[in-house]
């Protein structure tokens, strides 16, 4: 069974930057796309990064790029996001999920629905 377990959430100062990991375990890591999710209270969940199955090819929404960034460690079954200049409308639930189908090696989708296993998520506040 594939389980996904984030961790590095906690409350930060605003301007300040944060690291998300997600540890996947259960299945051929390279087998499978990743993407990072986040709810706020209220909001629908929505999606904030992906990266592909090889590491390489990665996406954002345009409101997020150039604070965001994902990568991965194929060698440790690792996926972070990065998240600069954070500010208080970035808090909420972090969620990673992984993309089983197959397809391009390097591509990757936002869009939530594609998405079969999901972690637990790790909190993320933004506050002074």
């Known amino acids: 069974q594939l389980q996904l377990v984030e961790s590095g959430g906690g409350l930060v100062q605003p301007g300040g930057s944060l690291t998300l990991s997600c540890v996947v375990s259960?299945?051929?890591?390279?087998?499978?796309?990743i993407g990072w999710f986040r709810q706020a209270p209220g909001k629908d969940r929505e999606g904030v990064a992906c990266v592909s199955r090889d590491g390489v090819g990665t996406d954002y929404p345009d409101s997020l790029k150039g604070r965001f960034t994902v990568s991965r460690d194929n060698a440790k079954n690792t996926v972070t996001l990065q998240i600069y200049n954070l500010d208080p409308s970035d808090t909420g639930r972090y969620y990673c999920?992984?993309?089983?189908?197959?397809?391009?090696?390097?591509?990757?989708?936002?869009?939530?629905?594609?998405?079969?296993?999901w972690g637990q998520g790790t909190q993320v506040t933004v506050a002074s």
């Open positions: 999920a992984a993309d089983l189908r197959k397809g391009l090696i390097r591509y990757c989708t936002n869009r939530e629905r594609v998405y079969s296993y």
């Open positions: 259960g299945h051929t890591f390279g087998d499978y796309a």
